[in-house]
């Protein structure tokens, strides 16, 4: 079920919400909570029934396996390590199978020759980021830094559905203490206001500006790899996708929050401009944020971070980032994607380790128009090469990737450097949707901003029910214009649901 579809937004949202506040006041939070549980393993079930008992069994598992690991002493560290790694690596074998097992097969097969049959696994929704979080909760447990003992509440946690399929990667700590507050189980206006405004933002970006740039690039991307492409087609192709991939994800993740919000229940943002960038290692605090954090702290971290030397600490950023990016998907495209962000971050580093260097000794005070010039290259540089590393990314193949760059720039044979097909009419919403990615306030700064500061007024003021009821409106006609729009373009996935 896409968040982005009628079914969802006028059937299972209104309904979810209202059973949750009837049940909460009839029956108590508890209850309510159960609900929640529910609803979120329907809306799993939506997807394939019979995945719905993979997604329980590794809720199950890994509950027990955290159990067990509480329930060690404090001086058997040995056991509580075994039994950390028997848990995650039964979650990663799991994800392994159903993720990477064909992506294995095709390259043994590439290898050695030989013919070997794919299997017939189709792959879980979502199975990536709900094996992540249960990891980053067993991680905790062992930490000592969680301690839940409630199957109900461990279940909740790991399914709830605004995060479900596509993140964010959560800690237990940021969502269910908030589920031990009252308040959240009373309707409020003010968080519908709120709430409804981030769904209707990601709704926007997801509909009106991600989904008008993918044919786009989908002209370029699935066309046959041996059709020539001129140099401008695909610069308007690629730069099409980098402007796809942005609003489909920041819509996500707008509307994750907005969902969540519209229960009172707040979830980290995942999405900060990220191609307001200065730096790779800028982005990658931007971009994903809460499974940068995951790769930080449960693999670049333990592998031993900067702690080491420069040498061992590249070695771990690149170890980091390939499998960050075999992470998003089972192919060498995104092994190399992953890669080029780690030599980019590798880069990024020695840089900065030069320019501090420089600046010990530098006794000159950088004018701040040189700052401003240093600052607009940085960013340009930074999503120059963001836009070289999504060729990898979108493509099909090495091939195709190898093909695309060199028509960008113009070093394959019979490919013009002129492109006269490219009228103002196309360029004109490249530069629009640009200006917004590097210009505009984001979600957040908006919403959580002077917006969320407005509805505070409002709520304090006298015409408090009639103001905020008129707001929810308008927001939710215009939720439902948007919507009307999606189906008649037909309603398509987000791209992260296929991670």
């Known amino acids: 079920m896409l968040f982005t579809s009628g079914e969802f937004l006028f059937v299972f949202l209104p309904l979810t919400l209202l059973l949750f506040f009837l049940i909460a006041r009839l029956a108590g939070n508890v209850a309510a909570a159960a609900w929640l549980v529910l609803a979120s393993f329907l809306f799993y079930a939506y997807w394939l029934p019979a995945y719905t008992g993979l997604l329980a069994a590794s809720v199950v598992f890994n509950y027990l396996l955290g159990n067990f690991i509480l329930a060690c002493p404090a001086d058997r560290q040995r056991r509580r390590l075994a039994l950390l790694w028997f848990a995650v690596g039964t979650d990663l074998l799991a994800l392994g199978y159903f993720k990477y097992a064909n992506f294995f097969i095709d390259t043994v097969a590439q290898l050695s020759g030989w013919s070997i049959g794919a299997l ?5 929704i979502g199975i990536s980021f709900f094996t992540f979080t249960q990891i980053a909760y067993l991680a905790d447990v062992f930490a000592r830094k969680v301690r839940e003992r409630n199957p109900q509440h461990y279940a909740l946690f790991v399914s709830y559905f605004p995060h479900l399929i596509a993140g964010p990667v959560l800690h237990h700590a940021e969502m269910m203490p908030q589920f031990a ?9 003010e968080n519908f206001a709120v709430g409804l405004a981030f769904l209707l933002m990601g709704l926007a970006k997801k509909v009106l500006l991600a989904d008008s740039w993918a044919p786009w690039a989908d002209e370029l991307f699935d066309s046959p790899t041996t059709a020539a492409v001129a140099a401008g087609e695909a610069w308007r192709g690629v730069l099409a996708y980098t402007l796809q991939i942005y609003f489909d994800f920041s819509g996500y993740s707008d509307m994750a929050v907005g969902l969540s919000l519209l229960i009172g229940v707040r979830l980290p943002y995942n999405f900060n401009s990220p191609y307001k960038a200065t730096s790779i290692i800028d982005f990658w605090r931007r971009w994903h944020m809460t499974l940068s954090r995951f790769l930080r702290d449960y693999l670049y971290v333990p592998l031993g971070g900067n702690r080491h030397g420069s040498v061992r600490r590249y070695l771990n950023l690149m170890i980091t980032m390939l499998l960050g990016g075999l992470w998003h998907g089972a192919s060498w495209t995104f092994v190399i994607w992953g890669g080029l962000h780690g030599l980019y971050l590798a880069i990024n580093h ?11 000794r530098a006794t000159v005070d950088v004018p701040a128009a040189l700052r401003i010039a240093g600052r607009t290259l940085a960013v340009t540089l930074t999503l120059f090469s963001t836009v070289v590393a999504w060729v990898f990314f979108r493509t099909h193949s090495e091939t195709d990737a190898l093909r695309i760059l060199g028509s960008m720039f113009a070093v394959t044979a019979a490919v013009p450097l002129s492109t006269p097909d490219i009228a103002l009419a196309r360029l004109a919403p490249l530069v629009g949707g640009f200006a917004l990615a590097l210009m505009a306030k984001n979600s957040q700064q908006v919403i959580d901003g002077s ?10 003021s006298g015409w408090r029910v009639i103001a905020l009821a008129a707001i929810v409106g308008a927001e939710v006609t215009a939720i439902a214009l948007v919507a009307l729009i999606s189906a008649s373009r037909g309603v398509t996935e987000f791209i992260y649901f296929n991670f």
């Open 120 to 124: 017939n696994v189709t792959l879980p």
């Open 181 to 189: 507050l009252a308040r959240i189980y009373r309707p409020r206006l």
């Open 350 to 360: 020695g840089w900065r380790f030069l320019c501090a260097a420089l600046a010990k």
């Open 451 to 460: 917006f969320a500061s407005a509805v505070q007024r409002i709520a304090a």
